[in-house]
């Protein structure tokens, strides 16, 4: 397995940025929710030369990430000035309908309750504005938790979400026209210090219950010690959406029709 941190990232912005061949209008504004080591910006600036980026994330250390892969030459330091960061929870509310796109590359995972997330991800975009995200799908890690229960140690995974479920939720929450696929990755660790890596970088050990955390812990170490890890499968969840009409309560679209001509 690859000791490179942002592996995984890379390749499911990758992934999610070919989706973009569909799209044919052209975002002004995209907001970032989750930075990935600059790797989705540097992509979408690519195919959106002239957009605008904002990038919110709840952890000061990936904003650094982030800021500092755009130092990295002229052209990456001149695009890096235009990209303003904010480091707040997930559930603070963004900006109101200012982002033709919204972009989260595996940041969900981070929330305990996806809907007020939705909700919020919904208001920060324009009417008709594009929602694309990742997420871990609920066979991640599933013979990970297996091997942990057949040791005694109770765990539990309520942030995998199955992809219906998370379809069902942006319908009901602010987006219309919901897609969602999944793909499944295969992962060969050499060594647990680069499967906690990845654990910690994606989001996903946090995201577990256990009875007992350090004896969880423990099992794993021990498992790789005696090669008994195999492989590590991740579910990944690729969606996208699109922002519906959102009315102040009380008021109502009114649409008017051409008069039939008489006969």
Avoid at 34 to 40: F, K, L
Avoid at 109 to 138: Q, S, Y
Avoid at 158 to 179: E, K, S, T
């Amino acid at each position: 397995m690859n000791t490179d941190r942002w592996l995984i990232h890379r390749h499911l912005a990758r992934q999610t940025d070919e989706r973009l061949a569909i799209v044919s209008k052209t975002p002004q504004h995209i907001m970032l929710v989750g930075a990935d080591a600059d790797e989705s910006r540097s992509l979408l600036a690519a195919r959106y030369p002239k957009a605008v980026f904002s990038e919110y994330d709840a952890r000061e250390d990936f904003l650094q990430a982030a800021a500092a892969g755009r130092k990295s030459g002229l052209l990456a330091r001149l695009a890096g000035k235009s990209v303003a960061q904010h480091c707040q929870d997930w559930y603070a509310p963004l900006p109101e309908a200012q982002a033709d796109m919204l972009w989260a590359n595996v940041s969900l995972i981070m929330a305990a309750d996806p809907v007020p997330v939705f909700e919020n991800w919904a208001r920060a975009l324009k009417t008709d504005g594009l929602l694309f995200f990742t997420h871990w799908g609920i066979d991640t890690l599933q013979s990970v938790l297996a091997l942990l229960r057949s040791e005694g140690i109770e765990a539990a995974a309520p942030r995998l979400l199955d992809m219906h479920d998370l379809g069902d939720m942006l319908f009901h929450h602010g987006f219309y026209d919901p897609v969602m696929d999944t793909a499944k990755l295969a992962l060969s660790y050499q060594s647990a210090a680069a499967f906690w890596q990845d654990m910690e970088t994606l989001g996903l050990w946090s995201a577990l219950q256990f009875n007992d955390e350090a004896a969880a812990r423990a099992v794993i170490e021990r498992l790789f010690a005696e090669g008994r890890m195999g492989d590590v499968v991740l579910e990944t969840v690729y969606g996208h959406a699109v922002k519906k009409l959102q009315l102040p309560a009380g008021e109502q679209a009114v649409q008017f029709f051409p008069k039939k001509p008489s006969a």
